[in-house]
């Protein structure tokens, strides 16, 4: 004889498990948009404290040995090992979250996050340390980048499949959202710092505060992004969308030609992206006698300025679609790295209308430069192929733009900084026509 229960069911889970796929479609992207924000503005804002410290801070603090164009050029090796770094973080978390869930590989990745970027808050100086310092600055910028790397949830690649398909360029921009967010916020503390101490103080402690906010910042961000991804709900749509890793080797044997299409796409995007954010900063600092505080408040203008255009990207992209949006802004890139030297030699008005223009075209195709053709990945390997693409992106494109624009513009002219963007956009539209070719040919 069956027994029936008599316990009352709890309404609220029988109404949240027995939604359509439409209900939940309805309510899932705003949502994911909070997280995917949150997420990626803690992230950008590390990664700007560290990019302004290159050229403000540690040229001083880790190279005193250096002339200041070799030290800036010192810190800009090293800024370039996160990003070399970051493809085998990817892989490597890829591998804990198959073997212990996806909460367990993300707060283990931003503890990584959080303990690196507070140890060069507490790191001492080559005056202090010696080479040591050196060796341990390498180290903190190697493990950020593979906590950037392991950091990939997914929600990003969630949000663009559970988008309306007539506002997929709108919700493919929330996810860049955060880079002018924490580009503004990281450069406004800077500005504020630089201004309001003494170089001698600003030097010896004054940096530091940036890299505790970052740490700060990294803990709120954790606990925004697991609560997303930890609940049933995100847990059965990333299971439902396949949104798993998957082995990365057989990613490159299946879908090796989309990951190379896919970081080849977004390389005008990836290249401006640090012509017009870390190096015009030690530009100023080594040819410019404009004040350093001042210019950071033109940056900020700047990148509250790419945020609207990033707004704008999604309007666009999604009348005219999102491919054509980035090889229309790759063009633009181009007929704008023309003018690149004209204006970086034009005095101080010419060096903000550089910073102001180039920031309005970053935000325009950074915004649609995610994803865009990581539709080509087939679902089982949607997942990791999105963080593989993202991170080979970074790499080719942004991760020595600094350290060769700088060194080439230095020592033989500014010329090569139009090079360098001219090559990025010429990247970006042999990699569309060939995705196009590609698709055209199945």
Not at 122 to 145: A, E
Not at 381 to 410: C, E, K, N
């Amino acid at each position: 004889m069956s027994t029936i229960s008599t316990a009352h069911p709890d309404p609220q889970a029988y109404n949240r498990d027995n939604r359509t796929e439409a209900e939940r479609a309805e309510v899932a992207p705003g949502e994911i948009a909070v997280g995917v924000v949150i997420g990626r503005a803690s992230e950008y804002f590390d990664f700007f404290v560290y990019g302004i410290a290159s050229v403000l801070v540690f040229p001083s603090v880790f190279f005193p040995f250096a002339p200041p164009l070799e030290g800036i050029l010192y810190a800009f090796t090293i800024f370039a090992f996160a990003f070399i770094a970051r493809p085998f973080g990817t892989s490597l978390f890829m591998w804990i979250q198959d073997r212990w869930g996806r909460s367990t590989k993300l707060t283990a990745a931003l503890f990584l996050l959080g303990s690196c970027t507070a140890g060069i808050a507490f790191l001492p100086g080559y005056n202090s340390l010696g080479f040591t310092s050196i060796v341990l600055l390498s180290i903190f910028r190697i493990g950020q980048g593979l906590a950037l790397g392991g950091s990939w949830d997914g929600l990003p690649s969630l949000l663009a499949l559970n988008a309306p398909k007539n506002r997929r360029g709108w919700y493919a921009m929330l996810g860049q959202l955060g880079a002018p967010v924490g580009f503004v916020v990281a450069s406004a503390l800077f500005a504020f710092l630089h201004s309001s101490l003494t170089q001698e103080d600003f030097l010896g402690w004054g940096w530091r505060y940036p890299f505790f906010a970052a740490f700060s910042i990294n803990v709120v961000a954790l606990f925004a992004r697991l609560r997303l991804v930890v609940t049933h709900e995100y847990e059965r749509q990333l299971n439902e969308r396949e949104l798993e890793p998957t082995s990365v080797v057989e990613l490159v044997r299946n879908q090796g030609s989309n990951i190379f299409i896919g970081a080849f796409a977004a390389l005008a995007s990836y290249a401006l992206f640090h012509i017009v954010t870390v190096f015009p900063l030690s530009w100023i600092v080594l040819k410019s006698g404009q004040p350093v505080s001042e210019f950071l408040v033109v940056q900020i203008f700047g990148g509250l300025l790419a945020a609207v255009a990033m707004l704008a990207s999604g309007v666009i992209a999604d009348r005219i679609g999102r491919r054509r949006t980035l090889a229309t802004l790759a063009s633009l890139i181009a007929v704008f790295s023309g003018f690149a030297p004209l204006l970086l030699n034009g005095g101080r008005i010419g060096q903000d209308v550089f910073i102001l223009v180039g920031f309005v075209l970053l935000g325009l195709s950074y915004g649609q430069s995610a994803g865009t053709v990581t539709s080509n990945f087939e679902p089982k390997y949607r997942y990791t192929g999105a963080a593989l693409t993202s991170d080979l992106a970074w790499l080719i494109g942004a991760a020595f733009a600094p350290l060769v624009a700088l060194g080439l513009s230095a020592n033989f002219g500014l010329a090569f900084v139009s090079v360098y963007l001219l090559s990025g956009a010429g990247c970006t539209l042999a990699a569309l026509q060939l995705n196009k070719r590609l698709e055209a040919s199945e």
